[in-house]
């Protein structure tokens, strides 16, 4: 019996990084329902607009390259922290926030156009899906850029220890589980909106 | 552990060049029409899938842990758990539809039903 030799023992972070890792399986399911809802609705206009006519595809490829590349950055902090190089994780930190801020301020934007022009949630069941549906990502994203100031924060106060390690690794899971999201709203929703 | 961290390095790299590649590449496919109707609904799913993948294994770095696999073992059931939902509803959507929003003489003929 060598099942429980010491390597095969679960550490702390390993058990912390399972734990977050359930968690983003869950958070799949929420999104499952949701796309699931916007397939069903996507063609219930109400005499309204559809997606052909909202949709500035341009704009949306940005926003997309835009997180792509946070999240990108993202990694590229996880290694220079683990590598010990305090001050790269830091910058790479930083430009991770500014470009998921840019995010989001982008999608703020055009949820203002739409809302303006009177194509709000109201409008049809087809809007009140997409609105549910990208709104809840980018309430992800919030949530996200919060915890990254919580997270400097702490850096800034404690400096690299074990458990700013820990969390800045759970971050990044988190981040790059909102990019793989946002290429299926990406794809299901503005590219095959307008197509 | 030098060695180690400038694998995971070149992994990063790949995973984003793929994806601005697949990011790319779906953007012309569906801006410019290459394929219509369901043709392209299909090309559409097969990228969104590929570069889902990619982040998964070069980003997440799914399936790369050692042997009791609950990362995965996890990712699987939440899988089995989302076709199951998506799947589901789509189909019971599109059957009441058939059903109920269509023409009655429409579904009869369909369905072989004579008076």
Known sequence: MNSLASDQVMTKNDKTVLGFWIYLMTDVILFATLFATYAVLRNNTFGGPSGKDLFNMPFVLTETLILLTSSFVCGLSVLAARRGSKNQAQMWLSLTFLLGMVFILMEISEFHRLIVDGNSWQRSGFLSAFFTLVGTHGAHITVGLIWLVVLRWQMFTKGFTDSTLRRLTLFSLFWHFLDVVWIFIFSIVYLMGVA | ?115
């Not at chain 2, 509803?89 to 008076?115: F, G, H, V």
Request: glycine fraction near 8%; charged fraction near 10%; charge should be positive.
């Open chain 2, 1 to 115: 552990m030098n060695k180690e961290s400038h694998s995971s390095l070149s992994s990063y790299l790949l995973g984003f060049m793929l994806s601005l590649l697949l990011t790319g590449t779906v953007y012309i496919v569906a801006t410019r029409h290459l394929f219509d109707g369901g043709g392209l609904v299909l090309v559409i799913m097969i990228l969104a899938l590929a570069q889902a993948l990619t982040q998964l294994m070069l980003f997440l770095h799914l399936g790369q842990e050692t042997k009791p696999r609950w990362k995965l073992g996890v990712f699987l059931f939440m899988l089995m758990v989302l076709l199951i939902l998506v799947g589901g509803s789509l189909w019971i959507m599109q059957n009441l539809n058939y059903n109920m929003a269509m023409p009655a003489t429409d579904t009869m003929k369909d369905e072989r039903i004579y008076r």
